[in-house]
């Protein structure tokens, strides 16, 4: 069996390390950060290894991998998990003991599925998305990739979002909208109508707050730091 090795050494990762181990049965190896992010030898009594640590002892055959970076760092989260899958890197998805999913789903790699999720009949759920705790996806949605849910969100039916959405705590989404890429929905919105995509919005009925820049989805450079928030 292949070591599993969680990227990341903040909450999430304990979270996920958490129900990797407890929920799931699986066993962890170690932590992988990036040097620059490495603040101890251990974290959770495992090791913590530097990226090319871990790369000069393992490799796409021996080892697998989940990105737990969280809502905040999304950006980095897409390029780590990008990286590592050009690499050749294969991916667990951590999905708790009662997480429903329904058959006839389509499910890609690297997502988060906390506790009391509902995965309804027919949807697609693209690869390296967080759903938080008790949060329902209805039938026939196609939800992409790098999406981050708070809990307690109902997306209706026939929805489809896109790329790297925020949608905040206890909001709702109603059946057949369509949400565009990198839109930032705030929480307890009811949304009626279509999201544009680099767009905030809030409120119930959602409106339309602003148009987001580049610096509102974290700059990064060439050695993963984040330099802007």
């Known amino acids: 069996m292949n070591s599993i090795y969680i990227f990341g050494a903040t909450s999430l990762a304990r979270l996920a390390f958490e129900y990797l181990t407890s929920d799931m049965h699986l066993n962890v190896n170690g932590f992988v950060v990036s040097k620059n992010f490495r603040k101890s030898d251990k974290f959770c009594s495992l090791p913590v290894l530097t990226e090319d640590e871990f790369l000069s002892c393992n490799s796409p055959e021996t080892a697998k ?8 760092n999304m950006l980095t989260r897409n390029f780590v998990y990008k990286r590592y899958k050009s690499m050749g890197f294969s991916f667990l998805n951590v999905i708790a003991s009662n997480t429903y999913i329904a058959r ?21 759920l693209g690869s390296n998305n967080v759903v938080w705790s008790n949060s ?12 981050f849910f708070a809990s307690n969100n109902t997306i209706g039916g026939n929805v489809a979002i896109a790329n790297g959405i925020f949608l905040g705590f206890s909001s709702t989404i109603l059946q057949r909208i369509s949400v565009g890429s990198y839109a930032i929905i705030g929480a307890n919105s009811l949304v009626k109508s279509d999201v544009e995509s680099h767009h905030l919005y809030y409120g119930s009925p959602a409106r339309k707050i602003k148009k987001l820049e580049e610096k509102d989805f974290y700059i990064l450079d060439s050695e993963l730091k984040i330099i802007c928030n």
């Open 104 to 124: 006839h789903c389509a499910v890609g790699d690297n997502n988060f599925l906390m506790p009391g999720v509902v995965v309804e009949p027919g949807v697609t």
């Open 136 to 147: 329902t996806i209805c039938h026939d949605t196609v939800v992409g990739n790098d999406n």
């Open 65 to 72: 991998l989940f990105v737990a970076i969280g809502y905040k």
